[in-house]
DNA sequence: TCTGGGGTCCTAGGACCC
DNA sequence: TCTGGGGTCCTAGGACCC
């Protein structure tokens, strides 16, 4: 028996999270920005028909938001993902096998449904805008591929009414047929280009591609696309989740920093908040890596990188902070505007696992004790312990002009009705 | 003047080994 | 003047995703 996959996606998720708690922007134009209030990144139906593009900085349509009095809100990824738990939750009841694909998407294998998948599919619809207040569109089809296409069409056409099933279409050609090959999963902005040269317009026309010629000018990745597209399924429901490869933490400054110190003040605080992602998942990370640029878009441009190798894999938040300042020394460059720095933490190892050195002369129970009493107090606080290399003042912080509250993770914030 | 953040996989090429 | 061949591992960079 072949697959049957279905794709439930949120309706302009980070909008639609700010509606349930804001009805009154419900027929607005909306818009949510990234950090640093940058740029746009989540836009109503109604934004959209504004001609405001996805991922355009905001200052661009400054004037496009005053002139048509868009509402506009910095990201609150609190409550985002807050409501995605939410929404996965009541998912995970419609079936035993989903797979999480994203904050505002996941994969469910249907193969044991009896009777209409589109009927089950606007059941599913129906109790997720119950439970959650969030509305959500529904492709079901035999590949992923074909399942993110039917979701496209289900979310673009009114007449779908949010769900399609492609697995009792009679001629899925003409589907595809209607929809533009950079829509199709997958293909990006360079293949498009190297596609239309070639005279490959639509996601059928890719369905149709000789296959040798797509495994020579896009590998085997390209291949597998028009498998999928022609109905074979390359890529199964992932349940299971591999581990995490590795863990970044990296902001835009809200101003420019120009001091050594407060360049190593970011970077311990990304560190801190790395280490506390690394014991979340019970892992230890073998190297560090730090990133410092300044702008992207000036010349003379300075981006560059160091690496320390731990002996021992750690999740020690003092002992990533000691190396992260090491970094930013190493890295450091007087009269540099710097815009942004990061971490990476690779080489992750489950922390049950991690091989001690013979001149290891850490003392790793103590360790282990400080941070489990960080982490237990700081579940329980609204206001978090911080490390002291943190800076106290943090005034290279990004801003968040426009944030709504913490309506469903903090109780001071919890909305009242009147 | 203002331009996000966090991931994955694949490939080519170099280092190194026998 | 002649100067192998094949394998593995690692890394950087490209491309893509949301």
Redesign the pocket.
Known sequence: MSEVFALI?CNN?YVSCERVFNPKIESKPVVV???????V?ARSNEAKALGIG???????V?DVFKKHNVEVFSSNYTLYADMSGRVMETLSTFTPAMEV?????AFLNLGGIDGSLADYGRRIRRTVRKWTGLPVSIGIARTKTLA?IANHIAKKSPRYDGVLDLTDALDVGQVLATVPV?K???????????LKRAGINTALDLSRADVEWI?NC????GV?TVYELRGECCYKLEDNP????????????GV?VESMEQLKEAAAG?AA??GE?LREQGLAAGAQTVFVTT????KNRYFN?H?VEFAVPTNDTVELIRAARGSIEKLYRKNC?F??C?V??LGLVPENRVQHGLFDDADREKSIRLMRAVDTINAKVSTPLRWAAEGLCQSWQ?KFRRRTKQFTTLFADLPEVA
């Open positions: 996606d998720f920005l990234t950090n640093n209030d940058g740029c990144v996805m991922g355009v900085p905001a200052f661009e400054d694909y994203s904050i505002d998407e993110k950079e199709v999963w997958g293909i990006g902005i360079r293949s498009t280009i190297k495994k896009f590998g085997v990745i597998r591999p581990a995490r490869k590795s863990i970044v933490v990296s902001r835009m400054f420019p990304y908040r790395a992602r702008s992207r878009f000036i990188t690496t505007r815009k942004k990061g990476v933490l990004a």
